[in-house]
């Protein structure tokens, strides 16, 4: 079994949709968790980062941790064609510890 | 300021072949790691440099690995090139690689291995 599973998609969606993406972890270890963008032909770029329990907000982004349920999740509002990309969530147990990524979600926004 | 650059971006050898990649970290940056991204496996972590020493290691054969050098630009080198190494091979750079400190990705060099 896999520390970190993410529903690889595809997930198409019309432009102005809410889309919600998740990972689980098995590790309780982990206290750092990330969702990376990453678009065709290039690394991944950081989105969001918390390290607690909750939500967490920036513009249309929002991370969710539930960490009794090894649970997390990030919902785009509003979601735009420019939000078509793969999405990793990634986690680590803190210090310099190694990240662990997830396989990542590949999300088409339709016009 | 620059970002990471990896060079060659494209990279085709035979089995059997070695290979070397280059991984130039953003200015100022000390930590610089290496990951194996596939379709099927995603990312999956290679080595960790900080101040030209190997602080983490990932689940990797020996045949996979790395330095990094005094101005923090780092290599890779994978041996005896296996089918299996086909992949996207992403480099990361930060300024301490700690819990509070981002990592940065280059755009990756593209190996294939035929």
């Known amino acids: 079994q896999k520390e970190v599973e993410q529903d690889p998609g595809p997930l198409s969606v019309p432009e102005g949709a809410i889309v919600s993406l998740n990972c689980t972890y098995s590790?309780?270890?982990?206290?750092?968790f990330m969702w990376y963008r990453q678009y065709s032909r290039k690394g991944p770029e950081l989105l969001m980062y918390?390290?607690?329990?909750g939500n967490k907000e920036d513009g249309r982004f929002t991370a969710q941790v539930d960490k009794s349920s090894k649970y997390i999740s990030l919902f785009i509002r509003d979601s735009q064609p420019s939000d078509s990309a793969t999405y990793l969530c990634?986690?680590?147990?803190?210090?310099?510890?190694?990240?662990?990524f997830g396989t990542g979600t590949k999300l088409q926004v339709i016009p | 300021k620059a970002g990471v650059t990896q060079t060659p971006r494209y990279l085709i050898k035979t089995r059997g072949q070695q290979v070397t990649l280059s991984c130039s970290p953003i200015?100022?940056?000390?930590?610089v790691s290496w990951y194996q991204q596939t379709p099927g496996q995603g990312l999956q972590f290679l080595f960790e440099?900080?101040?030209?020493?190997?602080?983490n290691k990932g689940n990797f054969p020996g045949r996979f690995s790395g330095r990094q050098f005094s101005n923090s630009r780092s290599e890779m080198n994978v041996s005896t090139l296996e089918l299996g190494d086909s992949a996207l091979y992403l480099c990361?750079?930060?300024?301490?690689?700690?819990?509070?400190?981002?990592?940065?990705f280059g755009p990756g060099t593209r190996l294939t291995v035929l």
């Open positions: 590790n309780s270890a982990f206290q750092y």
């Open positions: 990361a750079s930060s300024l301490v690689q700690d819990q509070t400190d981002t990592q940065y």
């Open positions: 200015s100022g940056h000390r930590s």
């Open positions: 918390t390290y607690s329990s």
């Open positions: 990634a986690m680590n147990s803190g210090g310099y510890q190694k990240v662990t």
């Open positions: 440099y900080f101040s030209e020493t190997q602080r």
